[in-house]
Every structure is written in C-alpha cells, then in structure tokens.
C-alpha cells in the first residue's frame, strides 16, 4: 500500500501480463512435447537436428508429422488448434442441442462502475475554490489511472459479475435457459468483454419459424421470376437455384423444387401464397 491505496507493482506492468502468458504457454508446450513423444515413438528416436530438418522440409514425412502434433496443439491455450477445437465443441452443441434462443454481449463499464470505486479508495480531495467541471474531470482522470494499473481487479470483478448475471439472469429464477455458451474477449485497448449464446426452455421455435419465413421469401422472389421470364419444366427452377441452395435449412432441395413447381403451375401470384402453402410444406 502505497499513500494509502493498493498497488499491484506485477499487475500495473503492461510487459508483465505477456510474460506471463509466454511462460504460460511455453509450460504448456513443454508439457505437451513429453506426451507427444511418449506416444509417437519413431519421432522420439530422431535428434533434435532431424526433427527440426524435417520440421523446415516439405516433404510427405514432414506433413504426416505435423499432423499427429496438431492433436497436442489442441491442449495449448489460444493456438489455432485449440481453437478450432472449442468451435467444434461449439457446434457439437448447436447440432445436438438445436439453435441458441439469444445472442448476448456483456461489456465493462468502463471508469463507471461504483463498487469499483470503493476498491480503488477515495477519489482526490477538491482543491479551494476548485470548479465543480475541473474537479469531476480530475476524479475520472484518477479512476482511468487506476483501471488501466490494476486489469487484475477489473477482470477479476468483470468475471465475477458475468457468474452471476449467469446465474440470476439465465437460472430456473430468471430465463430458465436450457444450455449456455459464452466466451471472454478482449480488445485492442485490453478492455474485457464477453460473448454468449443461450437457448430458453419456453423458446418459441425460432429455428423453425426461420425456415417458415426463409421459404416464404424464396417462393414469393420464384413467383416474381417466373413472372418476367418463361419457366417451362422443373429443370429451369434448379437452373434459378443450386441444388445445394436449401440444404443449410434442413431441407429436401428437389421437393422443395417440386412445390414451387406446383404453385407456379397452378399460377398462384405472390399476393396468394399463404401461410398454408408453407405450412404445408413444412
């Protein structure tokens, strides 16, 4: 404590934290390094020299390498194997669990909030016959000072907040949600925020009412089309749309096709395709 307020002199260093995560991560790849030569053994019998001669080449031996490290990778915190690793687990979860209800982002107030304050101490006391603009401008000018020095305790009560907002917000109390996903970010400025995805348990069915409204669309725009120029036969509908072009939603392109074939045959207008026609359908 120094002039009585707290002072972090490792947390303040702006070089400590990248210090901090290249032994990090140097601990890490270590560690990995050891498993992944207990397990693949012919490369454990190579020198130092030959590993890394192999590791400039481009050769086949040098791909097959590199892919049996790229598992290892995966446990190496920020690589781009770890992640691809947690976009997979992501999507894991979205295939098997349905689409998210809501899309959140939580960011930090920055210099505002008060409890902060109290941890940071009292503000500098006003000078005689200083004015209310000077004064408020020195208090967030020292506020500002103290965030930037201690990203320790900001990150720190940013990630707390997020646990109970979590807990509060998304529990059986609050949304009830089913699942949740959320990511810490940073910026460039190194102001945290956090990215999240949620599905409700009273959720409507957005992810159907999506295919309802996309299929509305792409009949409605067909029927325009085929108002302008001469659609004779099924062919010169997949000629208007790849076959691929439904597939994403969830649906059979070439019944899909079919359908569209049907209304435009019966010469139903844009005016008349109902939600029954699509209802049908789905």
């Known amino acids: 404590m120094v002039n009585s307020v707290w002072t972090y ?20 790849i270590q560690s990995q390094c050891s498993v992944y030569l207990n397990k693949n053994t012919i490369d454990s019998n190579c020198t130092l020299a030959h590993l890394q001669a192999i590791s400039r080449s481009h050769d086949p031996e040098s791909f097959a390498m590199t892919k049996r490290m790229q598992r290892f990778a995966g446990n190496i915190l920020g690589s781009p194997s770890y992640m691809l690793l947690k976009k997979k687990e992501l999507c894991s979860l979205l295939s098997s669990k349905g689409a998210p209800t809501l899309w959140w982002t939580l960011s930090l107030a920055n210099y505002y909030w008060t409890d902060l304050h109290v941890i940071f101490g009292d503000p500098p006391t006003r000078n005689d016959n200083e004015l209310d603009d000077s004064y408020s401008r020195r208090i967030q000018s020292y506020y500002r000072e103290m965030f930037i020095n201690n990203p320790n305790l900001v990150d720190e009560s940013f990630f707390n907040r997020v646990k ?13 949600a089913v699942w949740f996903w959320y990511r810490f970010e940073f910026q460039k400025r190194g102001s945290i925020h956090v990215h999240g995805l949620c599905k409700l348990r009273d959720d409507p069915g957005l992810e159907q009412l ?8 792409k009949s409605a725009q067909i029927l ?5 120029i001469s659609i004779q036969s099924d062919s010169d509908l997949y000629r208007l749309y790849p076959n691929d072009d439904f597939l994403a939603y969830g649906v059979d392109n070439d019944v899909f096709i079919s359908y569209l074939s049907d209304i435009i045959h019966a010469n139903l207008s844009a005016n008349q395709l109902t939600n029954d026609h699509i209802d049908s359908f789905i």
Do not use: Q, T
Request: no cysteine; proline share 2%; charged share 35%.
């Open 9 to 28: 002199p490792f947390a303040s260093n702006h070089r400590m934290m990248f210090y901090l995560h290249d032994m990090d991560e140097r601990h890490r």
């Open 164 to 176: 109970e907002y979590i807990k509060i917000i998304l529990g059986r109390e609050g949304w009830d």
């Open 210 to 217: 999506a295919k309802v409204v996309y299929l509305g669309r």
């Open 224 to 228: 325009r089309i085929s108002k302008a």
